[in-house]
């Protein structure tokens, strides 16, 4: 239970960090498209973080991956929820998760990466919601840990 509530912490404060830096990032965006691109690479650390401090909780494990899709893969089926998160409905909409996933590199070292403030908007909304989802799906996990943790030391 300790293991997972340090995780728990680490990764709700790395989180807000970078959505912190995002939100500055995007700001000063609407004049310089550095500056989005830089919005968009911690977007993308954010959500990389939130993926991987919910398998953190809820595992214990999580691998050293900065791909998205994969860690999509392994999360969505622990926590059904998180298949809200990224609807793939409209083109504006996979774009905006291709922009988010391509962040890694591409907003860092692609001269061609382009990042509208429309799409760091959405991307934003998203990715709150997404942390809404994960802190609810990590509590939940801590609170059954403390109740376990409880049973076996009144029964001791």
């Known amino acids: ?20 830096l995002a939100k500055i990032s ?7 498209e550095e500056w989005r691109k830089n919005a968009a690479f911690n977007l993308h650390q954010a959500v990389e973080t939130l993926y991987q401090g919910l398998l953190l909780v809820l595992t214990l494990y999580s691998p050293k ?24 409905d409209t083109k504006f909409q996979k774009r905006c998760f291709e922009l988010l996933r391509a962040a890694y590199v ?23 919601m997404l942390r ?7 509590e939940a996990r801590l609170t059954s840990l403390r109740a376990q ?8």
């Open 65 to 88: 991956s900065h791909n998205l899709v994969n860690l999509r893969k392994m999360t969505e089926p622990l926590e059904p929820r998180l298949r809200e998160v990224w609807p793939q």
């Open 1 to 20: 239970m300790q293991e997972a509530t340090e995780y728990f912490e680490e990764w709700t404060g790395a989180t807000s960090r970078f959505l912190k």
């Open 132 to 138: 809404q989802i994960v802190t609810e799906a990590s």
């Open 106 to 128: 591409k907003a860092r070292y692609s001269r061609h990466y382009r990042i509208t403030d429309e799409e760091l908007a959405w991307l934003t909304e998203r990715i709150e």
């Open 149 to 156: 943790a409880d049973r076996a030391s009144t029964s001791e």
């Open 26 to 32: 995007a700001e000063e965006g609407q004049q310089d």
